[in-house]
């Protein structure tokens, strides 16, 4: 037990603040993401709901306003491709833009809040967005058009997600895709679709895709796999899908119409996601979480591409979802990691945490890593930021678009809650901390800092963040109704100005609560925890 405890000890001391330094010692790629949607009548205020994680080691971590604008005939937009920067010591990995082309600009576009994957707009048009790779060789480099470019576009230029989907159809067609398999999920105040999206192939223009509704009263899951498999295009109420669905993989040799056999999007063009059990587990756990009746295998292949949840879904469920780790489960990271209580018991060590990186995994040999090898929680150390967003009809766009918003790894943070229609936020939530390097005036910081020492003895530093968040938590749940009943009675007066004014100023406030919190609660773990490591 004394050699566990001090490799345990050792791991800790080597890795305090290494969720910010060591990025660069492991690759995420393939395995960013997980993304949970929610139809309106599945949820238990009739919201439509998408969300998204950015696990990921080099996304950026601040959140701005862009707003709506008008554009003279002739303007065109830069596209991007994102490429790894040189890495630099003492600095954040990161991702850096090389302009490759123009696009024609339209001339008018909303209002969005600016992610690394835009979010929402003005307009309660939302997305979320899970990458799952999807088969090399049709990736193709000669479009303009990346993923992060492509949710810029769509809600720049849509309101509902049918026009999201057909607006991306066509500039993919025209200008290309470059970037790998991604799904999008994509919603609406009335309802939410998955969009998956891959290249047509090297060398050349345009993309394969697929999209499939989520029906109202399901819940749907993406976690860096493809899902949409059967799809049926006379049901236009259901399925959307690319011109070239059928006949790149004709071309390819990956199915065959003169074989009966049925056409599977995944089987077709993702084959290999639907292997990875990282991706697999994260599937089976959400619905399990949502639906426990249905008793899904924990190791099937395949799951149902959507479910009815065994009760509605709230903003509590959906952060449950997004802290969940496998606790209780025996796909928890931590239940070999043990030690002998009081009274001669084994119990899981208070060293041993649910978020360990690869040479931890590998000491204590764990099933666990990257690459859709071994098993990876829904929560991360590696997530950058979260979002849980609300589309809602029964509310004006001004008040019905709300993003909640969290930083860092999800199981240590709390979401805060930003409208979709506010004038701007504050400072620390538009500084990005991966430019910056550690600093008080990034927000992102803040909940790092936290996450990366609760995470050293989090058996018991678990209970900390417990004791600080949740009453927070339920604190911006429980004001929700109020405060936007105050918005919506402004806005009945014709008083917009007033009422976006005064959301604007709830969401500041909200977010700047939660970041002084940050830092207050990790001062209390350094300074009174100083000699236990």
Same mark, same amino acid.
């Given at each position: ?204 223009? @345009? ?120 606790? @209780? ?121 936290? @996450? ?6 989090? @058996? ?74």
């Amino acid at each position: 037990m004394k050699k566990l405890f001090l490799s345990l000890l050792a791991f800790s001391v080597m890795t305090v603040f290494g969720q910010s330094n060591l990025w660069y010692e492991y690759d995420t790629e393939g395995m960013e993401c997980t993304t949970v949607t929610v139809g309106k009548n599945a949820s238990s205020d009739g919201s439509v709901m998408t969300s998204h994680t950015d696990d990921s080691g080099r996304s950026r971590t601040n959140i701005t306003v862009e707003k709506s604008a008008d554009h003279p005939a002739g303007t065109t937009e830069t596209m991007y491709k994102r490429v790894w920067a040189k890495h630099e010591d003492g600095k954040m990995n990161r991702y850096d833009n090389i302009p490759i082309g123009e696009i024609e600009q339209v001339s008018h576009t909303y209002q969005f809040l600016n992610t690394a994957y835009p979010c929402v707009n003005e307009k309660q048009l939302a997305i979320g967005e899970s990458t799952f790779g999807g088969r090399a060789e049709l990736k193709s480099d000669s479009g303009l058009i990346d993923c992060q470019r492509l949710c810029r576009l769509m809600l720049e230029r849509c309101s509902t997600a049918r026009d999201a989907i057909r607006t991306a159809g066509e500039l993919l067609k025209k200008y290309g895709w470059i970037d790998a398999g991604e799904c999008l999920t994509i919603a609406d105040k009335n309802e939410v679709w998955h969009l998956e999206i891959l290249g047509p192939g090297k060398g050349k223009l @345009g993309a394969v895709w697929a999209a499939q509704r989520v029906p109202d009263d399901h819940v749907a899951v993406n976690a860096n796999a493809s899902t949409i498999r059967e799809i049926d295009l006379k049901n236009k109420d259901y399925f959307m899908a690319s011109d070239n669905v059928y006949s790149l993989a004709e071309e390819n040799g990956w199915w065959s119409r003169k074989s009966g056999e049925t056409f599977r999007f995944a089987y077709a063009y993702a084959p290999q996601t639907r292997t990875m059990m990282a991706c697999r587990r994260r599937e089976w756990r959400v619905f399990d979480l949502l639906a426990p009746s249905l008793h899904l295998d924990p190791n099937a292949e395949n799951y149902p591409f959507s479910v009815k949840p065994d009760s509605l879904v709230s903003l509590e469920d959906m952060v449950r979802i997004f802290q969940d780790y496998y606790e @209780g489960t025996e796909y928890d990271m931590r239940k070999n990691i043990t030690v002998a209580d009081k009274d001669g018991k084994s119990v899981i060590s208070p060293l041993a945490n649910p978020f360990m990186k690869g040479d931890e995994l590998k000491l204590h040999k764990v099933n666990g890593g990257w690459n859709g090898l071994g098993e990876r929680n829904i929560a991360v150390w590696f997530t950058v930021y979260a979002t849980i967003i609300q589309c809602r009809s029964n509310l004006p766009d001004e008040v019905g678009a709300l993003c909640w918003f969290a930083l860092d790894n999800v199981a240590s943070s709390v979401y805060v809650p930003i409208y979709a229609n506010v004038n701007d936020l504050p400072s620390e939530y538009k500084t990005c901390g991966r430019k910056t390097g550690f600093s008080r005036k990034a927000a992102w910081w803040a909940f790092n800092r936290l @996450g990366t020492l609760a995470s050293q003895r989090w @058996g018991d530093f678990r209970y900390i963040i417990d004791k600080t968040w949740k009453p927070m938590q339920k604190e911006f749940f429980d004001n929700q109704q109020d405060v936007e009943n105050q918005a919506f009675m402004l806005l009945k007066a014709g008083k917009r100005n007033e009422a976006v004014h005064f959301l604007t100023d709830y969401t500041s406030r909200c977010g700047l609560q939660a970041v002084e919190t940050a830092w207050e609660t990790g001062d209390y773990i350094w300074t009174n925890f100083d000699g236990a490591w």
